[in-house]
């Protein structure tokens, strides 16, 4: 700050010497106005707004609008977790849910956008859903059970599989629905109906089979 304050006065300093009335002249003669005075002149001017510019942008935040106060909390689904953060906007600025809906947040590296973003009082709240690098919130299937047709004549098999790694107070029927699977060459983006006993959640599907 100091040495760009001196590179100002300096450079006014030189403006103004060059500009004087030279008092060893005869009265009435001044230096040379001709286009050399003026150039010089002018870019004096600029490298002043410059280093004004310089200086003046040093003092302000270059972010703005900026998130914080960010936190983890549960699983929602198959490999995802919301997370909550508020935004750092003026609670008199307008537009706040537009400002906040198009401000990204950085979790794991990567730029994410909420999913929803609510007035609390006048703080703005963002909620973001995290669908990667969550293995807290990976569920996964065992125990791969073939059932055999569901009834006779049904054209239905049943499989049943039993459901890992749920998160504590997690809703198993959303885990259930939408954690991925695949056998019988066949991929399942989950289960058909899910059922919760003491022994755990237990996925079931009933693929067609003619030969049910």
């Not at 609008?65 to 549960?74: D, G, L, P």
């Not at 929602?76 to 935004?87: N, P, S, V």
Request: a neutral charge; charged letters at 20%; hydrophobic letters at 40%.
């Amino acid at each position: 700050m100091m040495c760009s304050a001196r590179i100002v006065t300096q450079l006014l300093i030189l403006i103004f010497r060059y500009n004087e009335v030279d008092p060893l002249l005869p009265i009435g003669r001044r230096r040379n106005d001709g286009p050399g005075c003026c150039f010089f002149t002018i870019l004096g001017a600029v490298l002043i707004f410059g280093v004004f510019a310089i200086v003046f942008l040093s003092f302000i935040p270059l972010n703005e609008v900026a998130w914080t106060n960010i936190e983890s909390h549960s699983c929602t689904t198959y490999a995802t977790k919301e997370y909550i953060a508020e935004l750092n906007v003026s609670p008199q600025k307008r537009h706040k849910m537009e400002i906040c809906m198009a401000t990204p947040v950085f979790v794991h590296g990567w730029p994410h956008w909420p999913s929803r973003c609510e007035d609390r009082s006048g703080r703005v709240i963002g909620h973001f859903a995290i669908n990667h690098d969550e293995p807290d919130c990976v569920t996964y299937w065992s125990g791969y059970k073939d059932l055999g047709c569901s009834a006779r004549g049904s054209k239905k098999r049943h499989i049943e599989q039993r459901l890992e790694n749920l998160p504590f107070l997690a809703d198993y029927k959303e885990f259930c629905a939408t954690t991925p699977t695949r056998f019988l060459n066949r991929k399942f983006s989950g289960a058909d109906s899910c059922m919760n006993n003491i022994w755990g959640v237990y996925g079931q599907w009933f693929i067609d089979d003619d030969s049910c």
